[in-house]
């Protein structure tokens, strides 16, 4: 795939950025024709040989449509994570580098739902920047608004997201309340301990009847 300078692209380790030129640049001492790109975030400049374009899986930025789709998943309900913390930034980390805006949005998501019930480690904080960096520059490029203001977008959906969570979260714990105990209610104990002293009480009078009629024969 051939990009033009000016082309609005993502990369999907170092996020979205501008060709800036197309050029042979010095790469460990061997000249080789590169697409610069000028990364929205952080300012890094990355050089891309054109040879490996297919290997970077450098692509252009989404539509807005996509785009509007990616963030409405900040707000979306978030998936279940691994326990263990490793497995859990390794599933983040994927996602953050998959080059897609949905999943991106998705590692954002799940962070943050997580930190609700449970403190964020400093790995998680790590990749919650990184997913959140990535994802602005795209948000910047598509919505034509500085990188500060597309951090603001995603930190407003993020926020929705949260509150939604947590109204769900509370409808759960409600229902689970109002689900009636299997268990026998008072009432229900009080029958029974009626029936039993019921029996009780004709077992005695029958006891009571057999003692009479020995006693008359006796």
Request: aromatic share 0%; net charge positive; charged share 40%.
């Given at each position: 795939m051939k990009f033009s300078v000016d082309a609005r692209v993502v990369d999907p380790i170092h996020g979205a950025g501008v060709v800036t030129e197309i050029s042979d640049q010095n790469i460990s001492g061997e000249m080789h024709e590169c697409v610069v790109i000028e990364i929205v975030v952080g300012k890094k400049r990355v050089l891309v040989p054109t040879e490996s374009l297919d290997d970077a899986e450098l692509r252009p930025v989404v539509s807005k449509a996509e785009l509007d789709d990616a963030l409405e998943e900040l707000s979306r309900e978030p998936d279940e994570l691994p326990k263990d913390w490793r497995r859990r930034i390794e599933r983040l980390k994927e996602r953050v580098h998959s080059g897609e805006p949905k999943e991106v949005a998705k590692a954002i998501r799940d962070i943050i739902s997580r930190s609700i019930l449970n403190k964020m480690n400093p790995s998680e904080k790590r990749v919650l920047n990184e997913a959140v960096n990535v994802f602005a520059g795209e948000v910047a490029l598509v919505k034509n608004i500085e990188s500060a203001s597309a951090k603001e977008i995603i930190r407003k959906h993020a926020?929705?997201?949260?509150?939604?969570?947590?109204?769900?979260?509370?409808?759960?714990?409600?229902?689970?309340?109002?689900?009636?105990?299997?268990?026998?209610?008072?009432?229900?104990?009080?029958?029974?301990?009626?029936?039993?002293?019921?029996?009780?009480?004709?077992?005695?009078?029958?006891?009571?009847?057999?003692?009479?009629?020995?006693?008359?024969?006796?």
């Open positions: 926020r929705n997201g949260v509150q939604k969570n947590i109204e769900a979260m509370k409808n759960r714990e409600s229902v689970k309340s109002e689900i009636p105990s299997e268990e026998v209610t008072p009432k229900e104990s009080g029958k029974s301990k009626t029936k039993t002293s019921r029996k009780a009480d004709k077992s005695k009078a029958t006891g009571k009847a057999t003692g009479k009629t020995t006693g008359k024969k006796t």
